[in-house]
């Protein structure tokens, strides 16, 4: 079982910068590819981030590639999404997802039924 709790969503201007925190608990984080999912309204929700459980790779969304950096620290259990020149398209609630069968340690799940498990969200907002 992993539960995971996201932190450092906000109110941001258009070119601004943020950064998403995830911290899981649970002793199989390390096991874990790791997803960043976002959901504006209306919208479905849509991967823009994700790194595998070594840390060594790591795949974005065309729209936030450059601007977007995922990243992992085992020791504490935490992933990042550092955000940079945000847009107002950026908005939305940002969620972390885990998938701790990803089995390789480069292997990284691209599919949202993948993820066993899903923090509670973050609002990001980008104004123009």
């Known amino acids: 079982q992993v539960q995971l709790v996201e932190s450092g969503g906000g109110l941001v201007q258009a070119g601004g910068s943020l950064r998403l925190s995830c911290t899981a608990s649970?002793?199989?984080?390390?096991?874990?590819?790791m997803g960043w999912f976002r959901q504006a309204p209306g919208k479905e929700r849509e991967l823009v981030a994700a790194i595998s459980w070594s840390g060594t790779d790591t795949y974005y969304v065309d729209s936030v590639k450059g601007r977007f950096t995922a990243s992992r620290d085992n020791a504490k259990d935490t992933v990042y999404l550092e955000m940079n020149s945000l847009k107002p398209e950026d908005t939305a609630v940002y969620y972390c997802?885990?998938?701790?069968?990803?089995?390789?340690?480069?292997?990284?799940?691209?599919?949202?039924?993948?993820?066993?498990?899903w923090g509670q969200g973050t609002q990001v907002t980008v104004s123009s």
């Open positions: 649970g002793s199989i984080f390390i096991i874990c590819a």
């Open positions: 997802a885990a998938d701790p069968d990803a089995g390789s340690s480069y292997y990284i799940p691209r599919r949202l039924h993948q993820y066993d498990y």
